[in-house]
């Protein structure tokens, strides 16, 4: 059973829907930025700890398995990946353009 729709519903329907679509994406990107930052505390914190420390390459095994082990639920945390993460924070040192957060479009 449709009920009649009052005048300028439609218009706003439409308003609503381009809302709802513009915080999902606003999320999606808040979400990204987040693991960016995350992966970079990683990585970094690896590096420094490697190079303050003389902590060897075994370490970043060591850790994949205590956080896969932690966090089960979570992928990302093989070696593999922590090695990535360690390369992105040696890369990127620079704090303020580190994780190129700051220059992602923003929405309205």
């Known amino acids: 059973m ?3 729709q009052p005048n300028g519903y439609q218009t706003w329907l439409t308003d ?3 809302h709802i679509q513009t915080a999902q994406q606003r999320a999606a990107l808040a979400v990204n930025q987040e693991l960016l930052k995350l992966y970079w505390h990683i990585g970094n914190d690896i ?3 490697q190079q303050q420390q003389g902590w060897g390459s075994k370490i970043i095994d060591q850790l994949a398995q ?3 082990r932690a966090f089960p639920e979570i992928k990302g945390f ?3 990946n922590l090695k990535y993460m360690r390369r992105f924070a040696d890369t ?3 704090p303020e353009t580190r994780c190129g957060y ?3 479009p923003k929405f309205a």
């Open 102 to 104: 700051s220059t992602l």
């Open 66 to 68: 205590d956080l896969r």
């Open 2 to 4: 449709n009920t009649p």
């Open 47 to 49: 590096l420094q700890r």
């Open 16 to 18: 609503l829907k381009t």
């Open 78 to 80: 093989s070696a593999r």
């Open 92 to 94: 990127w040192r620079d």
